[in-house]
Nanobody, 125 residues
Framework: VQLQASGGGLVQAGDSLRLSCAAS????????MAWFRQAPGKERAFVAA??????????ADSVKGRFTISRDNAENTVTVYLQMNSLKPEDTAVYYC?????????????????WGKGTQVTVSS
């Protein structure tokens, strides 16, 4: 089981960035996928989640209207995307993708079973 996040980088405020997370080694098409982030000196926080089919999504208030989560369920690999627009300096964080089985308590970090290594996003003012 592996989750691999990529796409981070250094951008300016107002720019856009798209993160990707490739999930393999399990039946991730049956899993809820999510993004969390951890800013310097802060706890890891929920960003967005998407249901198994992609029909339902949920966002933290801080990113609603700016970020879009989507997924591509291929036979052996699931790829989850986080399109981030109108980036702000406060979006600077390490972004992690995660997965769990049920569309329940999706904002709670401890409910997730699998985690990938993070990818750094830095937004300069």
């Amino acid at each position: 089981v592996q989750l691999q996040a990529s796409g981070g980088g250094l951008v300016q405020a107002g720019d856009s960035l798209r993160l990707s997370c490739a999930a393999s080694g399990g039946t991730f098409s049956s899993y809820v996928m999510a993004w969390f982030r951890q800013a310097p000196g802060k706890e890891r926080a929920f960003v967005a989640a998407i249901s198994r089919s992609g029909g339902s999504t949920y966002y933290a208030d801080s990113v609603k209207g700016r970020f879009t989560i989507s997924r591509d369920n291929a036979e052996n690999t699931v790829t989850v995307y986080l399109q981030m627009n109108s980036l702000k300096p406060e979006d600077t964080a390490v972004y992690y993708c995660a997965s769990r089985d049920l569309w329940r308590n999706i904002m709670k970090e401890r409910e997730y079973d699998y985690w990938g290594k993070g990818t750094q996003v830095t937004v300069s003012s």
